[in-house]
């Protein structure tokens, strides 16, 4: 079975920083893209920010420019690095991740969120 565990969330003031982590573990060949998606009171998850096996990431236009997404394949690890925060980033991140298992067969995860404040 796979594991993603999340940390790094809190309560921060507007302007503010923090940094996201989200370490996966269990038997697996590897992992292909990692994300993190987010979900406000009484609205839908959205993604926030992506990162393929590449390298290559992908951003909500939201967050460009303030939120940079990067990972560490050796430690099996995604972060969210969160800058310039602003009250309508409240909300529970969660990380996702599409992990090869070792039948070769592909399957999503999710942790299980961490909640994210930045009071005004």
């Known amino acids: 079975q796979v594991q993603l565990v999340e940390s790094g969330g809190g309560l921060v003031q507007a302007v503010g920083s923090l940094r996201l982590s989200c370490a996966a573990s269990g038997s697996f060949v590897s992992i292909g893209t990692m994300g993190w998606y987010r979900q406000a009171p009484g609205k839908r998850r959205e993604l926030v920010a992506r990162i393929f096996s590449s390298g290559i990431t992908d951003y909500q236009d939201s967050v460009k420019g303030r939120f940079s997404i990067f990972r560490d394949s050796a430690k099996n690890t995604v972060y969210l690095q969160m800058n310039s925060l602003k009250p309508e980033d409240t909300a529970v991140y969660y990380c996702?991740?599409?992990?090869?298992?070792?039948?070769?067969?592909?399957?999503?995860?999710w942790g299980q969120g961490t909640q994210v404040t930045v009071s005004s």
């Open positions: 996702n991740a599409l992990v090869v298992l070792k039948n070769f067969l592909r399957n999503e995860y």
